[in-house]
T-cell receptor, first 114, second 114 residues
Framework: RKEVEQDPGPFNVPEGATVAFNCTYS??????FFWYRQDCRKEPKLLMS???SGNEDGRFTAQLNRASQYISLLIRDSKLSDSATYLC???????????????FGQGTILTVHP | DVKVTQSSRYLVKRTGEKVFLECVQD?????MFWYRQDPGLGLRLIYF???????EKGDIPEGYSVSREKKERFSLILESASTNQTSMYLC?????????????FGPGTRLLVL
């Protein structure tokens, strides 16, 4: 089983739509969770961290369900500029030092069309 | 702004050549990473370093070596390039410590081995 699994998509949605991405992780001791965004032929960049209580940043909402080992990202009122690959990212090591290692999912491709 | 730079955006090499990829970060980060990214396989960690002269194998170290002689610079070496090392190579860096795992990526090097 992969450490971090995502539905690769692609998701094709019209502008203004609400779209949700899901991700599961295998290590129940994981402590830190993130969503990164990667534009076509560009490097990944941090979109947002995911906190236990859930968190929101404008049109983006991230949720964490530790019991189910499940992370989600909700995008409301999609814009053309949201078209990208969204990477679910987990720091799989609890306690001690992880040296900052992160495990990346394969990514979910989103295309927002007019 | 954090800046991570990579020595080349595109490289074409021949099978058997020795290849050097260089990465420099300007944020005094302790941790540095080398990944390769291939379609359908996502980001895979090759090597990482948590301090000068320290290195650890990632998930796919075979055929690669690394060097970190200065804190800001992390080099990836392909001792004898092979066609299956054609890929996008991404360097990243981060601080150490819980809650500081955000990795900042360079723009990537697209390597083609003929």
């Amino acid at each position: 089983r992969k450490e971090v699994e995502q539905d690769p998509g692609p998701f094709n949605v019209p502008e203004g739509a609400t779209v949700a991405f899901n991700c599961t992780y295998s290590n129940s001791a994981s402590q830190s969770f993130f969503w990164y965004r990667q534009d076509c032929r560009k490097e990944p960049k941090l979109l947002m961290s995911v906190y236990s209580s859930g968190n929101e940043d404008g049109r983006f909402t991230a949720q964490l369900n530790r019991a189910s080992q499940y992370i989600s990202l909700l995008i409301r009122d999609s814009k053309l500029s949201d078209s990208a690959t969204y990477l679910c990212v987990v720091n799989p090591i609890a306690g001690g030092t992880s040296y900052g290692k992160l495990t990346f999912g394969q990514g979910t491709i989103l295309t927002v069309h007019p | 702004d954090v800046k991570v730079t990579q020595s080349s955006r595109y490289l074409v090499k021949r099978t058997g050549e020795k290849v050097f990829l260089e990465c420099v970060q300007d944020m005094d980060h302790e941790n540095m990473f080398w990944y390769r990214q291939d379609p359908g396989l996502g980001l895979r960690l090759i090597y990482f370093s948590y301090d000068v002269k320290m290195k650890e194998k990632g998930d796919i170290p075979e055929g690669y070596s690394v060097s970190r002689e200065k804190k800001e610079r992390f080099s990836l070496i392909l001792e004898s390039a092979s066609t299956n090392q054609t890929s996008m190579y991404l360097c990243a860096s981060s601080f150490s410590g819980r809650g500081q795992e955000t990795q900042y990526f360079g723009p990537g090097t697209r390597l083609l081995v003929l």
